[in-house]
DNA sequence: GTCATCATGTAAGCCGTTACATGATTGC
DNA sequence: GCAATCATGTAACGGCTTACATGATGAC
Protein backbone atom coordinates (compact mmCIF):
# COMPACT_ATOMS: atom_id res chain seq x y z
CA UNK A 1 0.00 0.00 0.00
CA UNK A 2 2.36 2.06 1.22
CA UNK A 3 5.08 1.59 -1.26
CA UNK A 4 2.73 1.92 -4.26
CA UNK A 5 1.87 5.55 -2.54
CA UNK A 6 5.46 6.89 -2.30
CA UNK A 7 6.85 4.80 -5.89
CA UNK A 8 3.84 6.43 -7.73
CA UNK A 9 3.92 10.47 -6.27
CA UNK A 10 8.32 9.09 -7.13
CA UNK A 11 7.43 8.50 -10.83
CA UNK A 12 6.87 12.08 -11.79
CA UNK A 13 9.55 13.68 -9.42
CA UNK A 14 12.57 12.95 -7.14
CA UNK A 15 11.30 13.88 -3.15
CA UNK A 16 12.41 13.95 -0.13
CA UNK A 17 10.14 12.26 2.53
CA UNK A 18 8.80 15.26 4.41
CA UNK A 19 7.25 16.46 1.39
CA UNK A 20 6.29 13.23 0.19
CA UNK A 21 4.08 12.95 3.42
CA UNK A 22 2.32 16.08 2.59
CA UNK A 23 1.73 15.16 -1.06
CA UNK A 24 0.08 11.66 0.25
CA UNK A 25 -1.55 13.92 2.80
CA UNK A 26 -3.37 15.71 -0.58
CA UNK A 27 -4.46 13.18 -2.55
CA UNK A 28 -8.36 11.54 -1.58
CA UNK A 29 -8.84 8.79 0.21
CA UNK A 30 -8.01 8.74 3.57
CA UNK A 31 -4.01 8.79 2.86
CA UNK A 32 -3.86 11.73 5.24
CA UNK A 33 -3.14 9.76 7.44
CA UNK A 34 0.55 7.87 6.80
CA UNK A 35 3.12 9.36 9.30
CA UNK A 36 6.54 9.59 9.24
CA UNK A 37 6.59 6.30 11.62
CA UNK A 38 5.69 4.01 8.83
CA UNK A 39 6.68 6.27 6.06
CA UNK A 40 10.33 6.43 6.94
CA UNK A 41 10.71 2.80 7.78
CA UNK A 42 9.14 2.52 3.90
CA UNK A 43 11.47 4.57 2.35
CA UNK A 44 14.67 2.75 3.83
CA UNK A 45 13.14 -0.36 3.00
CA UNK A 46 12.16 0.15 -0.63
CA UNK A 47 16.00 1.91 -0.87
CA UNK A 48 17.51 -1.22 0.37
CA UNK A 49 15.35 -2.61 -2.20
CA UNK A 50 16.82 -0.90 -4.93
CA UNK A 51 13.49 0.66 -5.82
CA UNK A 52 14.38 4.07 -4.96
CA UNK A 53 17.51 5.35 -4.35
CA UNK A 54 19.33 8.51 -2.95
CA UNK A 55 20.05 11.69 -5.52
CA UNK A 56 21.79 14.62 -5.14
CA UNK A 57 20.58 18.02 -4.11
CA UNK A 58 17.58 19.71 -5.49
CA UNK A 59 14.40 18.15 -6.84
CA UNK A 60 13.84 17.53 -10.17
CA UNK A 61 10.97 20.47 -10.57
CA UNK A 62 9.78 21.45 -14.02
CA UNK A 63 11.72 18.67 -15.85
CA UNK A 64 10.59 14.97 -14.71
CA UNK A 65 13.14 12.64 -15.03
CA UNK A 66 10.60 10.17 -16.74
CA UNK A 67 9.64 11.76 -20.19
CA UNK A 68 5.85 10.57 -20.94
CA UNK A 69 2.54 10.22 -18.91
CA UNK A 70 3.86 11.78 -16.12
CA UNK A 71 0.92 14.52 -16.12
CA UNK A 72 -0.21 13.87 -12.32
CA UNK A 73 2.38 14.67 -9.75
CA UNK A 74 4.44 17.18 -12.10
CA UNK A 75 1.26 19.35 -12.22
CA UNK A 76 0.42 18.95 -8.13
CA UNK A 77 3.96 20.63 -8.15
CA UNK A 78 3.42 23.48 -10.47
CA UNK A 79 0.10 24.12 -8.80
CA UNK A 80 1.71 24.09 -5.26
CA UNK A 81 4.97 26.39 -7.01
CA UNK A 82 2.07 28.40 -7.98
CA UNK A 83 -0.23 29.19 -4.68
CA UNK A 84 2.31 28.81 -2.18
CA UNK A 85 5.97 31.75 -4.39
CA UNK A 86 8.64 32.45 -2.18
CA UNK A 87 8.45 29.12 -0.56
CA UNK A 88 10.57 27.64 -3.59
CA UNK A 89 13.35 29.53 -2.99
CA UNK A 90 15.39 26.60 -3.07
CA UNK A 91 15.58 24.72 -6.64
CA UNK A 92 19.42 25.48 -7.04
CA UNK A 93 20.63 23.18 -4.23
CA UNK A 94 20.37 26.02 -1.61
CA UNK A 95 19.58 24.98 1.87
CA UNK A 96 18.63 22.10 3.66
CA UNK A 97 21.28 19.89 3.22
CA UNK A 98 20.07 17.70 5.30
CA UNK A 99 17.31 16.41 3.78
CA UNK A 100 17.29 13.09 1.72
CA UNK A 101 15.89 13.83 -2.10
CA UNK A 102 14.61 9.86 -3.63
CA UNK A 103 14.16 9.36 -7.32
CA UNK A 104 12.68 5.98 -8.07
CA UNK A 105 15.18 3.58 -10.21
CA UNK A 106 14.65 0.83 -13.09
CA UNK A 107 13.37 -1.70 -10.54
CA UNK A 108 11.66 0.89 -8.83
CA UNK A 109 9.57 1.42 -11.30
CA UNK A 110 9.19 -2.38 -12.37
CA UNK A 111 7.62 -2.39 -8.87
CA UNK A 112 5.43 0.05 -9.48
CA UNK A 113 4.01 -1.36 -13.01
CA UNK A 114 3.45 -4.45 -10.46
CA UNK A 115 1.67 -2.81 -7.62
CA UNK A 116 -0.07 -0.60 -10.35
CA UNK A 117 -1.45 -3.96 -12.03
CA UNK A 118 -2.36 -6.16 -8.99
CA UNK A 119 -5.36 -7.82 -8.17
CA UNK A 120 -6.28 -6.72 -4.34
CA UNK A 121 -9.52 -6.71 -3.22
CA UNK A 122 -8.36 -3.92 -0.58
CA UNK A 123 -10.32 -0.65 -1.44
CA UNK A 124 -7.43 1.47 -0.82
CA UNK A 125 -5.30 0.37 -2.97
CA UNK A 126 -7.65 0.10 -5.76
CA UNK A 127 -7.84 4.09 -5.02
CA UNK A 128 -3.93 4.69 -5.49
CA UNK A 129 -4.43 2.03 -8.78
CA UNK A 130 -7.08 4.79 -10.12
CA UNK A 131 -4.97 7.71 -8.99
CA UNK A 132 -1.75 6.90 -10.05
CA UNK A 133 -3.75 5.03 -13.86
CA UNK A 134 -1.90 7.79 -16.25
CA UNK A 135 0.94 5.98 -15.14
CA UNK A 136 0.10 2.84 -17.54
CA UNK A 137 -0.31 2.41 -20.67
CA UNK A 138 -4.27 2.37 -21.58
CA UNK A 139 -4.52 -1.01 -22.43
CA UNK A 140 -3.47 -2.63 -19.14
CA UNK A 141 -4.94 0.60 -17.45
CA UNK A 142 -8.33 -0.68 -18.76
CA UNK A 143 -7.72 -4.03 -17.67
CA UNK A 144 -7.16 -3.27 -14.08
CA UNK A 145 -10.87 -1.37 -14.26
CA UNK A 146 -12.21 -4.21 -15.65
CA UNK A 147 -11.32 -6.84 -13.55
CA UNK A 148 -12.42 -4.23 -10.56
CA UNK A 149 -15.74 -4.12 -11.94
CA UNK A 150 -16.04 -7.82 -12.12
CA UNK A 151 -14.95 -8.00 -8.29
CA UNK A 152 -17.33 -5.85 -7.58
CA UNK A 153 -19.91 -7.15 -9.33
CA UNK A 154 -19.66 -10.44 -7.36
CA UNK A 155 -19.89 -8.79 -3.94
CA UNK A 156 -22.94 -7.25 -4.88
CA UNK A 157 -24.23 -10.26 -5.47
CA UNK A 158 -23.68 -12.13 -2.86
CA UNK A 159 -24.81 -8.94 -0.46
CA UNK A 160 -27.79 -8.99 -2.54
CA UNK A 161 -28.58 -12.93 -2.33
CA UNK A 162 -27.79 -12.25 1.67
CA UNK A 163 -29.99 -9.00 1.90
CA UNK A 164 -33.66 -11.03 0.39
CA UNK A 165 -33.11 -12.89 4.04
CA UNK A 166 -32.12 -11.87 7.25
CA UNK A 167 -33.44 -10.52 10.08
CA UNK A 168 -35.45 -7.01 10.09
CA UNK A 169 -33.93 -5.01 13.08
CA UNK A 170 -34.24 -1.30 11.84
CA UNK A 171 -30.74 -0.16 11.78
CA UNK A 172 -29.63 -3.57 10.29
CA UNK A 173 -31.54 -3.43 7.90
CA UNK A 174 -31.22 -0.05 6.82
CA UNK A 175 -27.30 -0.88 7.05
CA UNK A 176 -27.73 -3.56 4.46
CA UNK A 177 -29.34 -1.41 2.01
CA UNK A 178 -26.53 1.67 2.85
CA UNK A 179 -24.26 -1.26 1.62
CA UNK A 180 -25.90 -2.20 -1.25
CA UNK A 181 -26.19 1.42 -1.92
CA UNK A 182 -22.46 2.15 -1.90
CA UNK A 183 -21.37 -0.99 -3.87
CA UNK A 184 -23.69 0.15 -6.80
CA UNK A 185 -22.88 3.59 -6.65
CA UNK A 186 -18.71 2.11 -7.05
CA UNK A 187 -20.12 -0.29 -9.69
CA UNK A 188 -21.45 2.63 -11.31
CA UNK A 189 -18.05 4.68 -10.98
CA UNK A 190 -16.17 1.96 -12.45
CA UNK A 191 -18.32 1.75 -15.35
CA UNK A 192 -17.25 5.49 -16.01
CA UNK A 193 -13.52 4.51 -15.67
CA UNK A 194 -13.78 2.15 -18.05
CA UNK A 195 -15.56 4.10 -20.34
CA UNK A 196 -12.65 6.44 -20.39
CA UNK A 197 -10.10 3.86 -20.46
CA UNK A 198 -11.62 2.89 -23.37
CA UNK A 199 -11.59 6.08 -25.10
CA UNK A 200 -7.98 6.64 -24.48
CA UNK A 201 -7.33 3.51 -26.09
CA UNK A 202 -9.00 3.91 -29.63
CA UNK A 203 -11.51 6.82 -29.38
CA UNK A 204 -13.79 4.83 -30.62
CA UNK A 205 -16.90 4.18 -27.79
CA UNK A 206 -17.34 0.35 -28.22
CA UNK A 207 -19.90 -1.21 -26.09
CA UNK A 208 -19.03 -5.24 -25.79
CA UNK A 209 -16.61 -5.79 -23.16
CA UNK A 210 -15.26 -8.90 -23.77
CA UNK A 211 -12.97 -9.52 -26.48
CA UNK A 212 -11.86 -8.14 -30.41
CA UNK A 213 -12.20 -10.77 -32.07
CA UNK A 214 -15.79 -11.75 -34.07
CA UNK A 215 -18.17 -12.37 -31.26
CA UNK A 216 -21.59 -14.09 -32.86
CA UNK A 217 -24.51 -12.11 -32.38
CA UNK B 1 -13.57 -2.60 16.66
CA UNK B 2 -13.44 -6.48 17.12
CA UNK B 3 -14.41 -6.10 21.19
CA UNK B 4 -17.53 -4.22 20.04
CA UNK B 5 -18.53 -6.75 17.18
CA UNK B 6 -18.23 -9.23 19.85
CA UNK B 7 -19.54 -8.16 23.23
CA UNK B 8 -22.71 -7.10 20.37
CA UNK B 9 -23.43 -10.22 19.43
CA UNK B 10 -23.07 -11.46 23.03
CA UNK B 11 -25.32 -8.85 24.09
CA UNK B 12 -28.48 -10.79 23.15
CA UNK B 13 -27.41 -14.76 23.24
CA UNK B 14 -24.67 -16.86 24.91
CA UNK B 15 -22.14 -18.19 22.35
CA UNK B 16 -19.20 -19.98 21.34
CA UNK B 17 -16.12 -18.33 19.37
CA UNK B 18 -16.70 -20.76 16.72
CA UNK B 19 -20.31 -19.89 15.70
CA UNK B 20 -19.49 -16.00 16.82
CA UNK B 21 -17.13 -16.17 13.66
CA UNK B 22 -20.18 -16.98 11.52
CA UNK B 23 -22.23 -14.11 12.75
CA UNK B 24 -19.89 -12.17 12.13
CA UNK B 25 -19.55 -12.82 8.79
CA UNK B 26 -22.95 -12.55 8.51
CA UNK B 27 -23.05 -8.67 9.71
CA UNK B 28 -22.88 -6.51 6.10
CA UNK B 29 -19.74 -4.28 5.64
CA UNK B 30 -16.59 -6.78 5.67
CA UNK B 31 -16.59 -8.44 8.71
CA UNK B 32 -16.43 -11.61 6.92
CA UNK B 33 -12.72 -10.82 7.47
CA UNK B 34 -12.52 -11.46 10.94
CA UNK B 35 -10.46 -14.99 11.47
CA UNK B 36 -10.14 -17.40 14.39
CA UNK B 37 -6.67 -15.99 14.85
CA UNK B 38 -7.96 -12.41 15.80
CA UNK B 39 -11.32 -14.02 17.50
CA UNK B 40 -9.93 -16.09 19.85
CA UNK B 41 -7.16 -14.43 21.27
CA UNK B 42 -9.69 -11.35 21.50
CA UNK B 43 -12.38 -13.54 23.72
CA UNK B 44 -9.32 -14.54 26.17
CA UNK B 45 -8.39 -11.04 26.49
CA UNK B 46 -12.58 -10.26 27.22
CA UNK B 47 -12.67 -12.59 29.52
CA UNK B 48 -9.56 -11.67 31.70
CA UNK B 49 -10.73 -8.29 31.84
CA UNK B 50 -14.10 -9.53 33.05
CA UNK B 51 -16.38 -8.08 30.22
CA UNK B 52 -17.34 -11.93 29.01
CA UNK B 53 -17.56 -15.15 31.29
CA UNK B 54 -17.66 -18.79 30.12
CA UNK B 55 -21.22 -19.81 31.15
CA UNK B 56 -22.42 -23.63 31.38
CA UNK B 57 -23.76 -25.94 28.39
CA UNK B 58 -26.36 -24.51 26.45
CA UNK B 59 -27.24 -21.34 24.49
CA UNK B 60 -30.03 -19.01 25.86
CA UNK B 61 -31.60 -19.10 22.14
CA UNK B 62 -34.97 -18.26 22.45
CA UNK B 63 -34.83 -17.17 26.45
CA UNK B 64 -32.31 -13.73 26.12
CA UNK B 65 -30.44 -13.25 28.78
CA UNK B 66 -31.47 -9.58 28.82
CA UNK B 67 -34.85 -8.90 28.72
CA UNK B 68 -35.65 -5.24 26.59
CA UNK B 69 -33.86 -4.25 23.50
CA UNK B 70 -32.66 -7.33 22.26
CA UNK B 71 -34.40 -7.89 18.44
CA UNK B 72 -31.54 -7.80 16.57
CA UNK B 73 -29.38 -11.05 17.16
CA UNK B 74 -32.21 -13.21 18.47
CA UNK B 75 -33.95 -12.65 15.03
CA UNK B 76 -30.57 -13.88 13.07
CA UNK B 77 -30.59 -17.22 15.19
CA UNK B 78 -34.32 -17.26 14.89
CA UNK B 79 -33.83 -17.23 11.03
CA UNK B 80 -30.87 -19.59 11.53
CA UNK B 81 -32.97 -22.14 13.19
CA UNK B 82 -35.66 -21.93 10.70
CA UNK B 83 -33.48 -22.27 7.35
CA UNK B 84 -31.29 -24.82 8.67
CA UNK B 85 -33.82 -27.21 10.44
CA UNK B 86 -32.10 -30.27 12.10
CA UNK B 87 -28.45 -28.93 12.69
CA UNK B 88 -30.23 -27.12 16.01
CA UNK B 89 -30.73 -30.48 17.95
CA UNK B 90 -28.06 -28.96 20.33
CA UNK B 91 -29.93 -26.63 22.94
CA UNK B 92 -30.08 -29.37 25.67
CA UNK B 93 -26.76 -29.96 26.57
CA UNK B 94 -25.80 -32.92 24.50
CA UNK B 95 -23.47 -33.14 22.84
CA UNK B 96 -20.31 -31.03 21.50
CA UNK B 97 -18.82 -30.74 25.43
CA UNK B 98 -15.62 -29.27 24.91
CA UNK B 99 -16.48 -26.06 23.40
CA UNK B 100 -16.59 -22.66 25.60
CA UNK B 101 -19.94 -21.00 25.41
CA UNK B 102 -19.08 -17.23 26.55
CA UNK B 103 -21.96 -14.36 28.26
CA UNK B 104 -21.68 -11.31 28.42
CA UNK B 105 -21.46 -10.23 32.31
CA UNK B 106 -22.54 -6.38 33.66
CA UNK B 107 -18.90 -5.20 33.28
CA UNK B 108 -19.15 -6.08 30.12
CA UNK B 109 -22.40 -4.50 29.34
CA UNK B 110 -20.76 -0.85 30.63
CA UNK B 111 -17.79 -1.61 28.04
CA UNK B 112 -20.25 -2.46 24.89
CA UNK B 113 -21.92 1.07 26.13
CA UNK B 114 -19.19 2.80 25.87
CA UNK B 115 -18.14 1.15 22.57
CA UNK B 116 -21.40 1.92 21.30
CA UNK B 117 -21.40 5.63 22.11
CA UNK B 118 -17.52 6.01 20.90
CA UNK B 119 -17.10 9.32 18.82
CA UNK B 120 -14.11 7.69 16.51
CA UNK B 121 -13.50 8.57 13.05
CA UNK B 122 -13.37 4.95 11.86
CA UNK B 123 -16.12 3.77 9.27
CA UNK B 124 -15.93 0.08 9.92
CA UNK B 125 -16.67 1.25 13.65
CA UNK B 126 -19.25 3.66 13.04
CA UNK B 127 -21.49 0.34 10.74
CA UNK B 128 -20.61 -1.52 13.85
CA UNK B 129 -22.34 0.85 16.45
CA UNK B 130 -25.47 1.19 13.45
CA UNK B 131 -25.57 -3.12 13.59
CA UNK B 132 -26.19 -2.80 17.38
CA UNK B 133 -27.95 0.68 17.59
CA UNK B 134 -31.30 -0.74 18.86
CA UNK B 135 -29.12 -1.92 22.04
CA UNK B 136 -28.87 1.70 22.86
CA UNK B 137 -31.46 3.80 24.72
CA UNK B 138 -32.78 6.02 21.85
CA UNK B 139 -31.90 9.39 22.80
CA UNK B 140 -27.86 8.42 22.82
CA UNK B 141 -28.68 6.34 19.51
CA UNK B 142 -29.78 10.02 18.55
CA UNK B 143 -26.76 11.58 19.43
CA UNK B 144 -24.56 9.03 18.42
CA UNK B 145 -25.86 9.36 15.21
CA UNK B 146 -26.04 13.30 15.41
CA UNK B 147 -22.09 13.46 16.16
CA UNK B 148 -21.47 10.98 12.65
CA UNK B 149 -23.63 13.49 10.62
CA UNK B 150 -21.32 16.23 11.74
CA UNK B 151 -18.06 14.81 10.99
CA UNK B 152 -18.92 13.40 7.76
CA UNK B 153 -19.92 17.15 7.05
CA UNK B 154 -16.68 18.46 8.19
CA UNK B 155 -15.13 15.51 5.94
CA UNK B 156 -16.81 16.60 2.85
CA UNK B 157 -16.23 20.06 3.47
CA UNK B 158 -12.80 20.01 3.44
CA UNK B 159 -12.85 17.94 0.53
CA UNK B 160 -14.71 20.14 -1.70
CA UNK B 161 -12.49 22.88 -0.87
CA UNK B 162 -9.57 20.96 -2.00
CA UNK B 163 -11.38 19.74 -5.09
CA UNK B 164 -11.43 23.52 -6.36
CA UNK B 165 -7.96 23.59 -6.81
CA UNK B 166 -5.52 21.07 -7.52
CA UNK B 167 -4.36 18.79 -10.77
CA UNK B 168 -6.79 17.72 -13.65
CA UNK B 169 -5.51 14.50 -14.42
CA UNK B 170 -8.30 12.89 -15.19
CA UNK B 171 -8.46 9.39 -13.22
CA UNK B 172 -7.10 11.66 -9.97
CA UNK B 173 -10.27 14.03 -10.75
CA UNK B 174 -12.78 11.59 -11.06
CA UNK B 175 -11.05 9.60 -7.96
CA UNK B 176 -11.65 12.91 -6.10
CA UNK B 177 -15.05 13.17 -7.88
CA UNK B 178 -16.25 9.83 -6.48
CA UNK B 179 -15.10 10.24 -3.16
CA UNK B 180 -17.31 13.96 -2.75
CA UNK B 181 -20.25 11.40 -4.04
CA UNK B 182 -19.51 8.89 -1.85
CA UNK B 183 -19.77 11.47 1.16
CA UNK B 184 -22.52 12.89 0.15
CA UNK B 185 -24.42 10.09 0.06
CA UNK B 186 -23.09 8.87 3.60
CA UNK B 187 -24.57 12.16 4.72
CA UNK B 188 -27.93 11.20 3.43
CA UNK B 189 -27.87 7.87 5.03
CA UNK B 190 -27.18 9.21 8.41
CA UNK B 191 -29.48 11.70 7.63
CA UNK B 192 -32.43 8.78 7.54
CA UNK B 193 -30.53 7.11 10.13
CA UNK B 194 -31.15 10.21 12.57
CA UNK B 195 -34.87 10.54 11.28
CA UNK B 196 -35.49 7.00 12.19
CA UNK B 197 -33.64 7.37 15.78
CA UNK B 198 -36.25 10.67 16.32
CA UNK B 199 -39.32 9.00 15.08
CA UNK B 200 -39.03 6.20 18.43
CA UNK B 201 -37.60 8.96 20.73
CA UNK B 202 -41.12 10.89 20.29
CA UNK B 203 -43.01 9.94 17.18
CA UNK B 204 -43.42 14.01 16.27
CA UNK B 205 -41.12 14.58 12.72
CA UNK B 206 -39.25 17.75 14.29
CA UNK B 207 -37.32 19.26 11.26
CA UNK B 208 -34.58 21.00 13.76
CA UNK B 209 -31.56 19.69 14.52
CA UNK B 210 -30.22 21.55 17.32
CA UNK B 211 -31.50 22.20 20.65
CA UNK B 212 -35.58 22.03 22.17
CA UNK B 213 -35.87 25.90 23.20
CA UNK B 214 -37.16 28.68 20.75
CA UNK B 215 -34.93 29.27 18.14
CA UNK B 216 -35.50 32.38 16.71
CA UNK B 217 -36.31 32.24 13.22
C1' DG C 1 -12.70 -46.22 9.70
C1' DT C 2 -12.33 -42.30 7.51
C1' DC C 3 -13.61 -37.84 5.94
C1' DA C 4 -15.85 -33.41 6.51
C1' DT C 5 -17.09 -30.30 9.76
C1' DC C 6 -17.00 -28.31 14.19
C1' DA C 7 -14.09 -26.25 17.53
C1' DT C 8 -10.10 -24.02 19.89
C1' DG C 9 -6.01 -22.37 20.07
C1' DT C 10 -0.67 -20.73 19.05
C1' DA C 11 3.17 -18.52 16.26
C1' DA C 12 5.10 -15.60 13.04
C1' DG C 13 4.70 -11.75 10.68
C1' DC C 14 2.87 -7.45 8.32
C1' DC C 15 1.41 -3.06 8.38
C1' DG C 16 0.53 0.65 10.54
C1' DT C 17 0.14 3.87 14.64
C1' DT C 18 1.66 7.10 18.59
C1' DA C 19 5.19 8.89 21.18
C1' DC C 20 9.69 10.09 21.68
C1' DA C 21 14.39 12.02 20.37
C1' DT C 22 17.09 15.03 17.61
C1' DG C 23 18.69 18.64 15.02
C1' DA C 24 18.80 22.36 11.10
C1' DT C 25 16.81 26.64 9.11
C1' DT C 26 14.12 30.66 9.01
C1' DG C 27 11.28 34.53 10.59
C1' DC C 28 10.77 37.89 13.86
C1' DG D 1 18.00 34.46 20.73
C1' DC D 2 13.68 32.07 20.39
C1' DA D 3 9.88 29.88 18.45
C1' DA D 4 7.86 27.69 14.51
C1' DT D 5 8.52 24.82 10.97
C1' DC D 6 11.16 21.65 8.38
C1' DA D 7 13.24 17.24 8.47
C1' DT D 8 14.66 12.53 9.82
C1' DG D 9 14.58 8.95 12.35
C1' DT D 10 13.73 5.09 16.51
C1' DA D 11 10.91 2.37 19.92
C1' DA D 12 7.04 0.34 21.59
C1' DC D 13 3.08 -1.36 20.63
C1' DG D 14 -1.68 -2.73 18.56
C1' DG D 15 -4.51 -5.22 15.71
C1' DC D 16 -5.20 -8.24 12.34
C1' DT D 17 -3.78 -12.00 8.95
C1' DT D 18 -2.05 -16.53 7.45
C1' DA D 19 -0.41 -20.79 8.56
C1' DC D 20 0.11 -24.31 11.64
C1' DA D 21 -1.25 -27.74 15.39
C1' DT D 22 -4.73 -30.33 17.67
C1' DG D 23 -8.60 -32.82 18.66
C1' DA D 24 -13.77 -34.12 19.05
C1' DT D 25 -18.12 -35.46 16.65
C1' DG D 26 -21.19 -37.09 13.18
C1' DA D 27 -22.23 -38.96 8.53
C1' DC D 28 -21.69 -42.65 5.57
Redesign the pocket.
Known sequence: ??DLAILGLLHDQDL????LKKRLGELPGAFA??????L?????RLERAGAVREVEGRRASTAPTVPMTGALSGEIAAFRARSHPGHERDDQG????????YGITASGRARLETLLLADTADDRTFALQVAFASQLPPDQRLSVFERRRAALAERLRILTARRAVGPSDPYLHSLREHDARVLTNDLAWVDELVALARLELDGTDQPVPTSIGGIHP
Open positions: MIHGYEGVSFGSYPALATGRRNRKV
